[in-house]
């Protein structure tokens, strides 16, 4: 795997569309969002060609990647395979009126991309914000707001990123993606998987109410039904203004292909009839880079890495590509040394990583949890709830198996090795179980306190995901509250843990400490939602600790 620090460097600015040409599965204007100016505002009367927003990903020193999708006609949507080849231009500008425009090219993108468009920019300046846009024949598209990396050599005093992850379109708004777009404190927004789902429509939504349907409304399994899916969240406004206001750097989890994802199938994948599971992941890989603002120099994974000065590395996994299938409840399997969760080659590149990294912090994006938890002290009545959040048999649980918990041997490789070289603050940031934990990480969590742990995790909840209240219909924050206090006795290593609330996290670093601030969104049903702080959670630097911070960062 490339690191992004070691790809070409290249003084001139580049384009290209992502075609298929371009990717290696190659077979055959919200009103509300900041920084944004309305389409096509240069030919009264023109066809919508920018439906789909703008976007910028994976922000480097002297470069981001742009991305945009056009409707060159009316029946040229979404995966429908129609429209005409259509040249597309950019151009990236010091200032929102584009008076000082410091880079543009064109690219020209088909039906064989969906129409969608990434252009590469580099020869820009670090720790910089820039707008863009995009132009089809006079038609401007909105203006994106953007911004670049630190120079790797340079002490920046911190670099701030908004967290999310696990977003259900059918289980309400995307608020929390309204509430981050509206800030201009934040470096770039970290995406932990989940970004779409593939359910049908009333699929997985525990309330039994469906806020609003999926498009189409059918289980998701070929290219052109990932296409329509994605296409049909980048017209949700909060997520448009989202994407135009922040870079967004972003892995996969499952149910960007199915439910329970690994390496050869998923839970919520039947050969007999669903089809091949190679054809079906392949083609939810290509569209989601196809739609996504992800490198395609990290095209077939979302391992990656970026460097954000000497504060912080960033090491991004791809936890569903390489791992085995997930163990049985009580199988004896989930200690099986044979069985991985990363892949042999991913584990070495992120050992490796680690510990040549000469940064002040570590940061490791993990789509599913890496700490220990034990479950069965949980009470009966919730375990059957716990067990349908996290896609397990419901007769009872003790561990989570589709979490590093179930690959217990990677896991013990990898924590033994930042504690046997010395490798500190070491985070992981963690998405996937639609709940809020700020935890410490032992390398044994069974003598834990009496060895120190080697790293520390803030997990995100849901953006709208069910939560363990709408599985029991209950108010927030009542019963499952005794499950918590049964989790934090039986796992001493967890420092907070919240089951309900909807939200998303500010993550703040700096030289002396990594904050994580978590805020819940009011309601998930309302397109209105307000946002609060619940709580804030930080580790100094040298400790491997998790303390409560009593104010959030400014």
């Known amino acids: 795997m490339t690191d992004h620090d070691q790809i070409t460097r290249r ?38 060609v920018f439906q789909h927003g703008v976007a910028s990903g994976d922000p480097l020193p002297d470069g981001v990647l742009l991305w945009t999708r056009v409707t060159p006609e009316p029946g040229a949507v979404p995966g429908s395979g129609l429209g005409r080849d259509t040249p597309v231009g950019w151009e990236v ?6 008076g000082s425009v410091v880079a543009r090219g064109t690219a020209t993108t088909t039906a064989a991309a969906d129409h969608t468009v990434k252009a590469d920019v580099r020869g820009l300046a670090p720790a910089t914000t820039y707008y863009y846009r995009f132009s089809v024949e006079g038609t401007h598209s909105p203006v994106g707001r953007t ?5 790797h050599d340079t002490k920046a005093p911190n670099v701030r990123f908004g967290v999310v992850s696990c977003a259900n379109w059918e289980a309400g708004y995307f608020s929390a993606y309204r509430h981050l777009a509206a800030r201009r404190d934040l470096d770039a927004v970290l995406h932990l998987g989940d970004y779409i789902y593939e359910y049908a429509t009333g699929g997985f939504p525990a309330s039994g109410k469906v806020v609003r349907q999926h498009s189409p409304k059918h289980e998701i399994i070929t290219l052109a039904d990932y296409r329509t899916r994605h296409g049909a969240h980048k ?4 997520l448009k203004a989202l994407h135009a206001a922040h870079p967004v750097i972003a892995i996969w989890d499952d149910h960007e292909f199915a439910d329970n994802a690994w390496s050869g199938g998923a839970v919520n994948h039947t050969p007999g ?15 989601y880079f196809e739609w996504m603002p992800v490198r395609t120099s990290t095209a077939g994974t979302t391992y990656r890495r970026l460097r954000f000065g000497k504060l912080a590395d960033l090491h991004l996994l791809d936890l569903r590509s390489f791992r085995d299938q997930q163990a049985g409840v009580g199988s004896g399997k989930v200690d099986d040394p044979d069985r991985t969760i990363t892949g042999r080659a991913q584990l070495d590149w992120l050992k490796a990583g680690l510990e040549r990294s000469d940064t002040a912090w ?3 994006g993990t789509s599913v949890m890496i700490s ?14 716990l067990a349908e959040l996290l896609g397990l048999p419901k007769e009872g649980l003790a561990v989570n198996t589709d979490q590093w918990d179930g690959y217990t041997d990677d896991r013990r490789e990898l924590l033994t090795h930042l504690r046997d070289r010395g490798i500190g603050n070491t985070v992981f940031l963690t998405g996937d179980i639609h709940m809020a934990w700020a935890n410490e990480v032992p390398v044994k969590a069974a003598t834990y306190p009496g060895a120190p742990p080697v790293a520390t995790e803030f997990v995100v909840t849901s953006v709208t995901s069910d939560n363990v209240d709408d599985f029991l219909h209950v108010a927030p924050h009542t019963v499952s509250l005794v499950g918590v206090a049964a989790i934090r006795a039986a796992n001493r290593h967890v420092k907070w843990l919240d089951m309900d609330s909807h939200g998303y996290g500010v993550l703040d670093v700096t030289a002396e400490r990594t904050q994580m601030d978590y805020f819940t969104v009011s309601d998930r049903a309302d397109p209105h939602a307000t946002t609060a702080l619940a709580r804030s ?8 600790r998790v303390e409560r911070a009593r104010q959030p960062v400014r």
């Open 273 to 287: 009839t669903e089809g091949d599971w190679a054809e079906r992941m392949a083609a939810a890989k290509r569209a």
């Open 147 to 151: 911004r670049t990396a630190p120079a």
């Open 362 to 364: 570590r940061l490791v």
């Open 372 to 385: 220990q938890v034990a479950f069965g002290s949980v009470p009966a009545h919730l375990l059957a709830p």
């Open 93 to 98: 500008a010091a200032d929102q009126d584009f």
């Open 11 to 48: 003084t001139a600015v580049t384009a290209a569309a992502a075609s298929a040409a371009l990717l290696p599965f190659a077979s055959a204007s919200p009103a509300h969002a900041t920084g944004a100016r309305a389409a096509d505002r240069t030919r009264t009367g023109a066809p919508q």
């Open 537 to 544: 959670y930080r580790t100094l630097s040298g400790t491997q």
């Open 235 to 238: 017209t949700d406004p909060d």
